[in-house]
């Protein structure tokens, strides 16, 4: 079975600039969360998806958004990028909604640099 | 939302049996301990997951005492690929507002 793919793997972008991360689940995974990884802030969780709704948001500003489809594939778009932006965003998929007692699956991530 | 404490860092040599513990000390009832590993640069990975008592797989164990307030994962005769950073994670299937904390880096010596 494939694991989580993550969509461009390395991407360059300048301030004021948006992006759009894409990642696939695991085939027959209907959960999906967003994570942001930094030195400073180590892994932060930025939201979760299940069956197409947002289940959960962690503590970001708007500019940080997402999206689900009917496939379970998600989509994170970044708006008005900042410096502090810069980071490895992974996405993690499961089978059920929640973490503690279903198992995630996280991607290789995507490493967003911004200038 | 359970707040979890790791040691910043720890050192071992191959071979060498290790173990990590991890506070949870307003733990609820309905969470779960679960731990992950993490390479540079890649995701995180699942290692184990309990709620009480001992759980045994084949990369690792997870002691849990009886007031649960804390876990010990432990990392049977260690090499130096096992050189990464442990997240010791709680929380119940309603929350998904999972925060990995800062983890642990072990780092294995030759």
């Known amino acids: 079975k494939a694991g989580v793919t993550q969509t461009p793997r390395y991407l360059i972008k300048t301030r004021g600039q948006q992006v759009t991360l894409s990642c696939s689940p695991i085939s027959g995974h209907r959960s999906v969360s967003w994570y942001q990884q930094t030195p400073g802030q180590g892994l932060q969780f930025l939201f979760e998806?299940?069956?197409?709704?947002?289940?959960n948001k962690g503590n970001f500003p708007g500019r940080f958004s997402g999206r689900q489809f009917s496939n379970s594939r998600s989509e994170m778009n970044v708006s008005t990028l900042e410096l502090g932006d810069s980071a490895l965003y992974l996405c993690a998929s499961s089978h059920t909604q929640g973490l503690s007692t279903d198992t995630q699956y996280f991607g290789p991530g995507t490493r967003l640099t911004v200038l | 939302l359970a707040k979890t404490t790791q040691p910043i860092s720890m050192d071992s040599y191959e071979g060498q049996e290790v173990n990590i513990t991890c506070s949870h000390n307003?733990?609820?009832?309905?969470?779960?301990i679960t731990w992950y590993q993490q390479f540079p640069s890649q995701g995180p990975r699942f290692i184990i997951q309990?709620?009480?008592t001992k759980v045994t797989n084949e990369v690792a164990s997870l002691f849990i005492p009886a007031d649960r307030k804390s876990s010990t994962l432990s990392l049977p005769r260690v090499s130096l690929s096992d050189t990464a950073v442990y997240y010791c994670?709680?929380?119940?299937?309603?929350?998904?507002?999972?925060?990995f904390g800062a983890g642990t880096r072990l780092t294995v010596k030759p």
């Open positions: 994670l709680v929380g119940d299937n309603n929350n998904n507002d999972m925060r």
């Open positions: 309990g709620y009480k």
């Open positions: 998806y299940f069956s197409e709704t947002q289940r």
């Open positions: 307003n733990i609820a009832t309905n969470d779960y």
